[in-house]
Nanobody, 124 residues
Framework: QMQLVESGGGLVQAGGSLRLSCAASGRTFTTYVMAWFRQAPGKERMFVAYISSGGFITKYADSAKGRFTTSRDNAKNTVYLQMNSLKPEDTAVYYC?????????????????WGQGTQVTVSS
């Protein structure tokens, strides 16, 4: 079992930055790959970023490339999403998720564990 708890969301003006954190419980954090998804009101949940278990491989949605960076600290059982140059269209609930390696990293149905989500609101 693994529990994920996100934090760091909030209200920010366009062009600003936020750093989301996702703290994981359990001793097997280092065996899981992690990802960030987001869901805007009335829209389906979308992939944002992925990081491998060792942190050496990252992948991003086109909308996040060049602006968002994901990282992880396995000693702290925590994964991060640094978001810069935020836009109003980034407004959504952001979720972190965990799964065992393998499978399509951008498909939410492959992920076994999910956090409760943290709201990010970007004002224009």
């Amino acid at each position: 079992q693994m529990q994920l708890v996100e934090s760091g969301g909030g209200l920010v003006q366009a062009g600003g930055s936020l750093r989301l954190s996702c703290a994981a419980s359990g001793r097997t954090f280092t065996t899981y790959v992690m990802a960030w998804f987001r869901q805007a009101p009335g829209k389906e949940r979308m992939f944002v970023a992925y990081i491998s278990s060792g942190g050496f491989i990252t992948k991003y949605a086109d909308s996040a490339k060049g602006r968002f960076t994901t990282s992880r600290d396995n000693a702290k059982n925590t994964v991060y999403l640094q978001m810069n140059s935020l836009k109003p269209e980034d407004t959504a609930v952001y979720y972190c998720a965990a799964k065992s390696p393998g499978g399509e990293y951008e498909k939410d149905y492959h992920y076994r564990y999910w956090g409760q989500g943290t709201q990010v609101t970007v004002s224009s």
